[in-house]
Nanobody, 124 residues
Framework: QVELVESGGGSVQSGGSLRLSCAASGDTHSRYSMGWFRQAPGKNREGVAAIDGDVTPSIADSVKGRFTISQDKAKNTLYLDMNRLLPEDTVMYYC??????????????????WGQGTQVTVSS
């Protein structure tokens, strides 16, 4: 079991940047895939970016070239650097961890450990 706490959300104007952080605690010695997902009200949770060891990160087409995922293993922290934000990026963002095959990294249903979420609001 791993506990996840997100931070870094907030409000920004279109074209701006934010960095989300996800601090992991608990069973951090096990190898987990980790990812960022987002969910708008009434919609399914969608994968944004995910990482698994040395495998090339998986990035959703909708954010490719704008968002970057990275991990500081010494700090047990996952990051999502979001640049050139758009109003349609306005949703709740969640961090997740699970042992997942690399080709399923953006599939939300494969993840069992979730943070509480952090809101990102982009104004036009």
């Amino acid at each position: 079991q791993v506990e996840l706490v997100e931070s870094g959300g907030g409000s920004v104007q279109s074209g701006g940047s934010l960095r989300l952080s996800c601090a992991a605690s608990g069973d951090t010695h096990s190898r987990y895939s980790m990812g960022w997902f987002r969910q708008a009200p009434g919609k399914n949770r969608e994968g944004v970016a995910a990482i698994d060891g040395d495998v090339t990160p998986s990035i959703a087409d909708s954010v490719k070239g704008r968002f970057t995922i990275s991990q500081d293993k010494a700090k047990n922290t996952l990051y999502l650097d979001m640049n050139r934000l758009l109003p349609e990026d306005t949703v709740m963002y969640y961090c997740a961890a699970e042992r997942v095959e690399w080709w399923k990294l953006l599939v939300a249903s494969k993840f069992d450990n979730w943070g509480q979420g952090t809101q990102v609001t982009v104004s036009s």
